[in-house]
């Protein structure tokens, strides 16, 4: 019975890692790319824009890891049982 619980566990943590993985190759092809202004002119100010991990990348990423350690967690116990 554990058997079957722990490969729904192993396809739960797949399916959680390849649509993480997906949700993170998607947000970063649909950034605008970056644009840069007038270069011939000094900055009016001293703050530099650098752009960051949107939240679709931050997600991704999350449910990309969440998903890799439940498929960790599930093939240790897989591996590490005792047969009866």
């Not at 390849?18 to 000094?42: D, K």
């Not at 093939?75 to 590490?80: A, F, I, N, Q």
């Amino acid at each position: 019975m554990n058997w079957i619980r722990t490969h729904r566990w192993f396809t739960g943590g797949l399916g959680a890692a390849v649509v993480g993985l997906a949700l993170l190759v998607t947000a970063a092809m649909t950034q605008p790319p970056v644009e840069f202004g007038w270069f011939a002119y000094a900055p009016l100010a001293d703050g530099v824009f650098l752009p960051g991990p949107t939240a679709g990348e931050i997600f991704g990423i999350g449910l990309a890891s969440l998903g890799l350690i439940v498929i960790a967690g599930s093939l240790g116990y897989l591996r590490g049982r005792r047969t009866p």
